[in-house]
């Protein structure tokens, strides 16, 4: 236990989701070393949670199966979806932790920032893609526009605050990388424990 209350164990959270359309197992560690063992069977989503594991410090596990003979489209949002669940139960009562965190992140030429506020209060603000950015297949199966589904569904069951917005870019995979990172970092920062911090980091006394 560190001088905020934590422990690990309190920051360990697992869940298993079951629909029609896939069967998503997501299991995370906030008090990690960013490592990770993801299978969606969307290569390109694998390898952007892969880097959001790796920036975030979180560890995670992720399987997930689904009709991706259909389109992937479920199979991405379903394991946002989990992941955000499992997010918000790590966090608990949130006692102890930062609470913001902001990352501004590069890949190449693009450019994405990200502000996190881990508020109990869902709300997504998404901008700055380059007109047709949601029209691109990239690696094959997923598409631009899923970029923003995925950050609404966490924010959504996470209950956090994301405010992400591209300031650069041409490429498209490097735009949706660069988004996944910085959402990383910010993230790492806002849950991450503050041992100045005694309960919750709120003026109404919950989150």
Do not use: W
């Not at 932790?97 to 450019?111: H, Q």
Request: some cysteine; charged content about 20%; hydrophobic content about 40%.
């Amino acid at each position: 236990m560190n001088d905020t209350g934590i422990t690990a164990a309190d920051r360990t959270a697992r869940l298993e989701r079951a629909t029609s359309e896939s069967s998503v197992l997501v299991e995370i560690n906030l008090d990690g070393t960013g490592v990770s063992d993801i299978s969606t069977s969307v290569p390109f989503y694998d390898h952007m949670l892969t880097a959001l594991c790796k920036h975030s410090l979180i560890d995670v596990t992720v399987k997930a199966t689904g009709d991706i003979h259909i389109d992937v489209h479920h199979t991405v949002e379903d394991v946002a979806i989990t992941f955000g669940e499992v997010l918000r139960t790590a966090l608990g009562n949130k006692a102890g932790i930062r609470r913001f965190g902001e990352a501004t992140v590069p890949l190449d030429e693009a450019l994405a920032h990200a502000v996190v506020d881990v508020s109990g209060r869902p709300y997504l603000v998404h901008g700055g893609e380059p007109a047709g950015q949601e029209y691109h297949l990239i690696g094959g199966h997923f598409t631009g526009s899923l970029t923003r589904h995925v950050f609404e569904a966490i924010t959504l069951h996470a209950g956090i605050c994301l405010h992400m917005n591209v300031i650069a870019g041409r490429d498209p995979h490097h735009i949706v990388e660069a988004q996944f990172k910085a959402f990383a970092r910010a993230l790492r920062a806002a849950v991450e424990p503050d041992p100045r911090v005694e309960g919750i980091p709120s003026t109404k006394g919950a989150l």
